[in-house]
C-alpha cells in the first residue's frame, strides 16, 4: 500500500511520554456498530498482509459487514462518517528523536477532515518497523484482528475505558499467566534469554520456543490455554530505537502484557530477562 504518513499519538506511547492527541468519543464507537467497515488492501497484491487479511476477515469478523477494498477507494471513502476503515499505515511519533516510523493496523472511523490523523482511531496496533519485511508479523493476523473486533465492543459496552492509555484495562491480564502456556518464537528473544534453560531460571510458569507455524495453529485453533508474543523491533534496520512487546492470548486475543524497552548494548531487540521476571512476579 502507499503508506500514510500520519503523525499521531498513539496510544501505546501514552504509557511512557505523550497522550493520544485525538481521543475517539462514545459516539464514534456507537457509530461503528452500525457502520459498513472496509478493508483496504495494500498496493502490493503479493503481500503478505493481503493475503493474510484476506484469509482471517471471512473467518473471524462478525461485527459488521464488511467489504475488501483499494487504497485509492480509500480515498474516495474514507470522509463518509456511515464507513469504518481497516486500513494500515506509516506512523511516526512528535517529540521522537529517533525518528523511527512503524506499521500500524488501524480500524478508524470515516470522518470529512483533510488529515487522515484526525479520523477517529477506535484501535490500533503496531506491526512492525516500515523497513521490516511483513511476514514477520503476518502470521499473527489473526490474533490482532480478533483484538481490535473485541476491544471495539468491549468499549461500546464500557465507554469509560476509553483513555489515553487503554493498556491500563488490561494490563491486570498479566496475574493470569499462570495458567497459559507462553509460546514465543527464537528471532523475538534477546540472546540473554535465547534459550528454555536461561527463561525457566526465572519464570516459573509453561513456556515453549516454537515455530511461527506452531504460533498460528494455536491463534486458527484458538488454544485457550496458549499465550504468545508479538514483539516490534527494528530486527537490524535501526540501531537506537525502541522495542514493544505484547503478550496476546491465542483464543481470546487480549492483551497480557505490554511494555518498551530502547535498543541499546545493554538491552537488546527482543523480550528481555526483565520481561520475564515482571511477568513471573507471583
Known amino acids: 500500500m502507499k503508506k500514510l504518513v500520519l503523525n499521531l499519538f498513539f496510544l501505546l506511547l501514552a ?10 468519543s462514545e459516539q464514534d ?33 462478525n461485527v459488521t459487514e464488511y467489504e475488501i477494498i483499494s487504497h485509492a477507494e480509500f ?18 511519533f512528535d517529540k521522537d528523536k529517533t525518528k523511527a516510523r512503524y506499521t500500524f493496523v488501524s480500524l478508524l472511523m470515516g470522518k470529512d477532515v483533510y488529515s487522515i490523523a484526525e479520523m477517529p482511531d477506535l484501535c490500533s496496533i503496531p506491526l512492525s518497523y516500515v523497513r521490516v519485511e511483513d511476514d514477520s508479523y503476518a502470521y499473527k493476523m489473526e490474533g490482532f484482528i480478533r483484538f481490535i473486533q473485541d476491544h471495539v465492543q468491549k468499549v461500546s459496552e464500557n465507554p469509560k ?39 525457566q531460571s526465572v519464570y516459573p510458569y509453561s513456556v515453549e520456543i516454537v515455530t511461527q507455524e506452531e504460533v498460528t495453529n494455536a491463534i486458527e485453533n484458538k488454544d485457550p490455554d496458549v499465550v504468545f508474543l508479538h514483539k516490534v523491533g527494528p530486527e537490524g534496520t535501526k540501531y537506537k530505537a525502541r522495542c514493544y512487546k505484547i503478550i496476546i492470548g491465542a483464543a481470546d486475543s487480549q492483551f497480557y502484557y505490554f511494555d518498551w524497552h530502547m535498543v541499546n548494548p545493554k538491552n537488546r531487540d527482543g523480550l528481555l530477562l526483565k520481561d520475564f521476571k515482571s511477568m513471573g512476579k507471583k
Not at 504509557?15 to 475517539?24: F, G, T, W, Y
Not at 507462553?182 to 527463561?199: G, H, M, Q, R
Open 15 to 24: 504509557i511512557s511520554v505523550v497522550a493520544q492527541k485525538h481521543l475517539p
Open 29 to 61: 464507537y456507537k457509530a461503528f456498530l452500525n457502520s459498513k467497515t472496509f478493508v483496504v488492501l495494500d498496493d502490493n497484491p503479493m503481500s503478505d498482509f493481503n493475503f493474510m487479511i484476506k484469509k482471517v476477515m471471512p473467518r473471524i469478523w
Open 75 to 92: 480515498d474516495e471513502k474514507r470522509r463518509d462518517p456511515s464507513y469504518s476503515f481497516i486500513v494500515t499505515s506509516t506512523v511516526t
Open 161 to 199: 475505558m476509553i483513555s489515553s492509555n487503554m493498556f491500563k484495562y488490561y494490563n491486570k491480564n498479566v496475574k493470569s499467566l499462570n495458567n497459559k502456556k507462553l509460546l514465543l518464537v527464537k528471532d523475538d528473544l534477546a540472546p540473554e534469554v535465547n534459550a528454555l534453560s536461561k527463561i
